[in-house]
């Protein structure tokens, strides 16, 4: 028997109800997809997150974690941290500090298309992931821990497609030198650090459950020290013509 409680014939035949509630979020992205200009920062962040969501949807739909319901309902309210904060942004209202600097600079001409991409993948995992899995423990009534083998299942997804993105939008051997400020930029981040630091802050903020505003100044220092860098990777790296 799994950790909540389903046998592993149950397991198998609802992972096709667990994969659809994942269908919602990546129809919204694929509208933002669709009505984006392909340069827009938050556009090439979205491009990079669809893939992700979709791979992950396949994979729980081929009983690739341990826990089916708990992979759908980490990964769904992961993916509406982010949409929600493009939505609130679109609506006039204000997103967690993390993202502004995104939303701020996506129309800028100096910053290039992997800037983008590692800028809202910084923002995510670092600020958004965190929350969720705090959220998921709450939602199936579950410790951190029941969740650390399918949350670093999604770490392993996340960190081959972060070399795919590299390949995809850095730029050519012609540009992409020591010399470039691009190179300087790209080791100073690591997304297995903030991956590891993100599942740090979660069973942090769990412990701090019963003291809601120590956690509350614990969640606002992360949505803030978060934003720092990711305004950093955002530094403009070219003159605009």
């Known amino acids: 028997m799994t950790q909540t409680g389903w046998t592993e014939t149950g397991h198998r035949a609802h992972l096709h109800r667990f994969a659809t509630p994942l269908d919602p979020v990546v129809r919204r992205m694929r509208a933002l997809r669709a009505d984006l200009p392909a340069r827009d920062g938050i556009a090439v962040f979205n491009r990079v997150y669809l893939t992700v969501t979709e791979e992950i949807s396949r994979i729980v739909a081929h009983g690739g974690f341990a826990d089916a319901r708990a992979a759908a309902t980490l990964d769904l309210l992961f993916a509406e941290r982010y949409l929600t904060a493009v939505e609130a ?22 910053v290039r298309p992997l800037q983008f991409a590692l800028a809202g993948i910084n923002a ?101 020290g978060v934003g720092l860098v990711t305004r950093c990777l955002l530094t403009p790296l070219s003159v605009p013509d």
């Open 89 to 110: 942004t679109s609506a006039g209202g204000r997103a967690p500090h993390c993202w502004r600097p995104l939303f701020q600079y996506r129309r800028h001409p100096g």
């Open 124 to 224: 995510h995992i670092g600020h958004d992931l965190t929350l969720a899995v705090v959220d998921t423990c709450r939602a199936l009534g579950c410790e951190p821990a029941a969740l650390e083998r399918d949350f670093d299942r999604v770490g392993d997804t996340l960190t081959l497609l972060e070399e795919r993105i590299r390949e995809e939008l850095m730029p050519g051997p012609d540009l992409f030198e020591v010399a470039d400020p691009m190179t300087h930029l790209l080791a100073s981040w690591s997304l297995d650090r903030a991956r590891d630091a993100s599942w740090s802050a979660a069973k942090v903020l769990w412990q701090l459950r019963e003291l809601p505003a120590l956690a509350q100044e614990f969640t606002d220092r992360l949505d803030a």
